[in-house]
């Protein structure tokens, strides 16, 4: 599930700016599935989440710009841990490291919109 497969579901703008914010809306929504899939019991469906979340994460570190400064890579590491943190999180159910995850997202989100006026 890359972006080509998001933006064909969600009909995203052609603005870059708008696609990152779009992306950091489709990991909360998925990461909200992650949790519900977690609390029914429903194996399949959680890895199924946590994959597409996964994949949002590795799409947002493919356009990141490392000659663009120390930004890009906090963020990549940032990422990266994201990704470490949900597949740990599959493993146990632990619905609390999912939390901190959309967390952490959602600061990102909020960050971005701020720098980007949108």
């Known amino acids: ?4 497969a998001y933006n064909q579901q969600n009909a995203v703008s052609d603005d870059p700016y708008v696609l990152i914010l779009k992306l950091y809306e ?6 909200s599935f992650v ?20 994949a949002i994460f ?19 590491g940032l990422y990266l841990y994201q990704i470490e943190t949900l597949f740990s999180s599959g493993v146990d159910d632990n619905v609390n490291a999912v939390n901190q995850v959309m967390k952490v997202t959602q600061g990102l989100m909020e960050a971005w919109k701020d720098e980007t006026g949108l």
């Open 1 to 4: 599930m890359g972006i080509e």
């Open 26 to 31: 489709g990991l909360l929504k998925y990461l």
């Open 35 to 54: 949790k519900t899939a977690m609390e029914s019991g429903d194996i399949e469906l959680k890895f199924n989440y946590i994959n597409r979340s996964i």
């Open 58 to 76: 590795d799409e947002l570190r493919s356009v990141l710009d490392f000659d663009g400064g120390e930004v890009a890579h906090y963020l990549d």
